[in-house]
Nanobody, 121 residues
Framework: QVQLVESGGGLVQPGGSLNLSCAAS????????MGWYRQAPGKQRELVAT???????NYRDSVKGRFTISRDNAKNTVFLQMNSLKPEDTAVYSC???????????????WGKGTLVTVSS
């Protein structure tokens, strides 16, 4: 099986920074796209940023210039550096990984359990 373990959430003041990480482990042959999504209370989940296996990135407009997604392919880990945080960034952030499993060679999507980011003074 495959597990995703996220870390790095917490409480931060407006203008502060946080760095999220998500490590994938288990029956992994190769990882394709990796990404971060968020869901604020009472709202639908939305895409924050994605990164392909060769490093091409995509961001939602509201985080461009403030957030940076990166990945360490050797460690099967994706990061989200969040700077200049705003109260409206408050949400549960979840990582998403598209990968091919070693066990059956099937491609599947996996989600982390989520980590809470609260931006408040």
């Amino acid at each position: 099986q495959v597990q995703l373990v996220e870390s790095g959430g917490g409480l931060v003041q407006p203008g502060g920074s946080l760095n999220l990480s998500c490590a994938a482990s288990g029956s992994i042959y190769t990882i394709y796209d990796m990404g971060w999504y968020r869901q604020a209370p009472g709202k639908q989940r939305e895409l924050v940023a994605t990164i392909t296996s060769i490093g091409n990135t995509n961001y939602r407009d509201s985080v461009k210039g403030r957030f940076t997604i990166s990945r360490d392919n050797a460690k099967n880990t994706v990061f989200l550096q969040m700077n200049s945080l705003k109260p409206e960034d408050t949400a549960v952030y979840s990582c998403n990984v598209e990968l091919r499993r070693y066990s059956d060679f099937e491609v599947a999507d996996y989600w982390g359990k989520g980590t809470l980011v609260t931006v408040s003074s």
